[in-house]
C-alpha cells in the first residue's frame, strides 16, 4: 500500500516571500501521479499542481513549482511571492498510474502573514 | 460551468438515525467519487463510481455505509444506524474518467455531525 508523509503539521510564511512543503511518499510502482491540493476554510479541495512520474521535468503553475525527485520519493511543493490568498490547507497526494484512488497526507497547514 | 455539488452543506443527527449525502457531479464526468475527512483519519477514499458501478468499494468503513449512482450522474451515499465516529466531512468529487489522466474536481463536502 501507498504512503504519503508531510512532516510539516504547521507553517507560515510573510506576505511575498517563499515557502516549501514537504512530501514524501511510500510506493513500490514505476509509473504513478502525484497532487497538490490546496484546501481553504470554504472546505472546496482544489487543484494546484500535478506531476507524471515519467517526466523528469518538475511541474509549474505561475507562482507554484514542484521538486521532484523520484529515487528519494520527494515531492515538495515551493509557493513564491506568497499572497494572503494562499492561506489553506496543502495535501500532497498519490495516484497509482492504473489507479483512480487519491492516498493523502495527513496536510500542512500554512499562513500567509500581511 | 457549473462545479460538483453536495447536499446538505451541514447535517447533524441522533446517535442511531440514518443519513443520505447527495453528490451532483460535473455534467459529462463518468467517474464519480466519495472520500472521508477526519481529524484522526484525515482523509480516506470510500468508493468509487464509473459509470452507475461501483468496481470499487474497499473503502467503505463497515456494512453500514453503501452508496449508489443512478444515471450515470447523481450518488447517494447512506449511512444507517450513524455512530459518533461516522462524524466527519464527506466529500465528493468528479472527473472525466476514472484515471490519473483526468483531474479529479472535488465539491465543498457535507459536514456530517453525529450526537
Known amino acids: 500500500a501507498q504512503t504519503v508523509t508531510q512532516s510539516q503539521p504547521e507553517m507560515s510564511v510573510q506576505e511575498a516571500e517563499t515557502v516549501t512543503l514537504s512530501c514524501t511518499y511510500d510506493?513500490?510502482?514505476?509509473?504513478?501521479?502525484l497532487f497538490w491540493y490546496k484546501q481553504p476554510p470554504s472546505r472546496q479541495m482544489i487543484l494546484v499542481i500535478r506531476?507524471?512520474?515519467?517526466?523528469?521535468q518538475n511541474a509549474t503553475e505561475n507562482r507554484f513549482s514542484v521538486n521532484f525527485q523520484k529515487a528519494a520519493k520527494s515531492f515538495s511543493l515551493k509557493i513564491s511571492d506568497s499572497q494572503l490568498g494562499d492561506t489553506a490547507m496543502y495535501f500532497c497526494a498519490f495516484m497509482g498510474a492504473g489507479s483512480y484512488q487519491l492516498t493523502f497526507g495527513k496536510g500542512t497547514k500554512l499562513s500567509v502573514i500581511p | 460551468g457549473a462545479g460538483v455539488s453536495q447536499s446538505p452543506s451541514n447535517k447533524v443527527t441522533e446517535k442511531g438515525k440514518d443519513v443520505e449525502l447527495r453528490c451532483d457531479p460535473i455534467?459529462?464526468?463518468?467517474?464519480l467519487y466519495w472520500y472521508r475527512q477526519s481529524l484522526g483519519q484525515g482523509l480516506e477514499f470510500l468508493i468509487y463510481?464509473?459509470?452507475?458501478?461501483?468496481?470499487?468499494k474497499s473503502g467503505l468503513p463497515s456494512d453500514r455505509f453503501s452508496a449508489e449512482r443512478t444515471g450515470g450522474s447523481v450518488s447517494t451515499l447512506t449511512i444507517q444506524r450513524t455512530q459518533q465516529e461516522d462524524s466527519a466531512v464527506y466529500l465528493c468529487a468528479s472527473s472525466l474518467s476514472g484515471s490519473g489522466t483526468y483531474e479529479q474536481y472535488f465539491g465543498p463536502g457535507t459536514r456530517l455531525t453525529v450526537t
Open positions: 455534467s459529462g464526468h463518468t467517474a
Open positions: 463510481f464509473q459509470g452507475n458501478s461501483a468496481p470499487d
Open positions: 510506493t513500490s510502482e514505476n509509473n504513478y501521479y
Open positions: 506531476q507524471e512520474a515519467y517526466k523528469q
